[in-house]
């Protein structure tokens, strides 16, 4: 890929777009962050609102990404710069380069411990161990060993490895098969999990909400998750619809990805909550939820040895295609506006993010006692990207399709120059300049405390 908008490379096919979009959107995410965040803000009543978030702010600021990175060609910096010449909204890019490298630091880690479980998984690691010995295991890995630096540094590079042969060759191929295969092996664990004696429970904290424990941060996580979930508000889908050619419909896109997301995000939750309460393990216990919770299933289940080592591979390999996603925000914007050729700026890109990733790594062990406002390095890039970087980058990105590019430029991007009927048109310019805006902002306001409830 150069510089030159004209030798850019691009995705080879519609499913291609699909499925590299989603590559990026399903992850971690979806199977790690998810539950553990849903379980931290006590189950029903937050899907309820994450849910209401991702149709009516993710997917416009999905499609608002897409206007921006095909009609610009650009990585999510240049984008702004060549849209809007000579005025501050490049500053939208900058942020979203800033986020892609806190949320790489922290992804990778967690796509390190995921290496670990591969590992236990292969050597029967989890068999005749109990839910509490599964849990102190995680804890102890976690803290005790220079293990996840280990990992964390295969994880990366595997990463830069894919990154530096470029977006065509790299994305499209890993995640065509292998995604579908993923969904699957959910849908037995949902399965397993449901069935297990105790599991009624799992299923009342997921789908039944109690709106009393609704708080501001609630709805805070509740948009942060929705934006992480997606893959929005710093310029992944930007640069990756940089790469769209012009005769897609980014609208249909958009739903498609946001839609295979959100299900997958809730098959996790059927997998994970059944077993979290027929184990008797506390929903709300962070990080390791997943990791303490899976293992406990597979133990359950006949075949759990093989589905163990097929789920974990595949996980590693979800997240393998939205860390790739990550790294290219900052890798072309290395190359499109530093000028380096893609190699430099892939090994750039990885040395400097591993400083941070070095420090989330080890924020359980050698590095816990690193903390800022109660939070150690890893929390604080978690919650700092995904909870106020994201949809404060959403914000700016939807009031620059809705004020800035207008209507007769959004409308010629999103019907391909008038050859898609875009019927969605009018409601969905009413979302992006006034209903979605305000909404994000009023969420931040609350945080604040302005509006008192
Ligand atoms: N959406 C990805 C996931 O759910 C994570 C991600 C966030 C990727 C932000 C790119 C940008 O795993």
Redesign the pocket.
């Known amino acids: 890929m150069s510089g030159v908008p004209t030798g850019r490379d691009s995705f080879g096919s519609r499913f291609g777009v699909i499925a590299a979009t989603a590559g ?7 199977i790690w ?1 998810f539950p553990y965040v849903v379980g931290e803000n006590g189950g029903g009543a937050f899907l309820i609102i994450y849910l209401a978030f991702v149709v009516a702010i993710g997917l416009p600021v999905m499609m608002s990404e897409f206007i921006i990175g095909r009609s610009s060609q650009r990585n999510a910096f240049g984008a702004f710069k060549k849209l809007a010449p000579g005025k501050p909204w490049f500053v939208v890019g900058l942020m979203g380069v800033t986020a892609a490298f806190m ?1 790489m630091a922290f ?1 990778t880690a967690v796509a390190g411990w995921t290496l670990e479980y591969i590992y236990l998984s292969f050597v029967n690691g989890f068999e005749g161990k109990s839910a509490a010995e599964l849990s102190s295991m995680f804890d102890q890995f976690r803290s005790g060993s220079m293990r996840p630096l280990i990992w964390f540094f295969v994880f990366m590079g595997l990463t830069a490895l894919i990154i530096v042969s470029g977006v065509k060759n790299g994305i499209e191929k890993y995640t065509k098969i292998l995604m579908p295969v993923l969904v699957l092996i959910l849908i037995v664990l949902c399965v397993r999990s449901v069935t297990l004696q105790g599991a009624g429970g799992g299923l009342s904290f997921l789908f039944k909400p109690d709106f009393s424990k609704i708080t501001a941060k609630t709805i805070l996580e509740a948009l942060g998750q929705a934006f ?4 929005i508000g ?1 310029g ?1 889908l930007i640069t990756y619809s940089s790469y769209i050619q012009k005769k897609e419909n980014l609208g249909s896109t958009a739903l498609s990805v946001a839609f295979a997301d959100t299900m997958i995000a809730i098959l996790a939750g059927v997998a994970i909550f059944p077993a979290v309460f027929a184990f008797g393990i506390e929903p709300g216990s962070g990080e390791g939820l997943v990791y303490i919770t899976l293992p406990n299933i597979f133990q359950q289940m006949a075949g759990g040895y093989f589905f163990s080592v097929l789920f974990f591979l595949l996980l590693g390999v979800a ?1 393998l295609t ?1 860390t790739i ?2 790294l290219e925000v900052i890798v072309a914007y290395f190359v499109e506006e530093l000028n380096m050729n893609r190699k430099k700026a892939t090994w750039a890109a990885t040395i400097s993010v591993s400083v941070l990733g070095f420090m989330c790594a080890l924020s359980w062990a050698g590095m816990k006692d690193v903390k800022l406002f109660g939070k150690n390095v890893f929390e604080l890039l978690d919650f700092t990207s995904a909870n106020i970087l994201l949809p404060l980058g959403g914000l700016l990105i939807v009031l620059f399709v809705g004020w800035y590019l207008g209507n007769k430029r959004t409308k010629a991007e999103l019907s391909n120059d008038g050859e898609l009927k875009v019927s969605y048109f009018k409601p969905f310019m009413l979302v992006v300049k006034f209903i979605a805006p305000i909404a994000i902002a009023l969420v931040f306001l609350q945080q604040i405390g302005l509006l008192g409830f």
């Open positions: 990026s959107a399903i992850g971690l995410g979806n962050r949320i992804y992480f979930s997606l893959s710093m992944t997240a939205s996603s990550v």
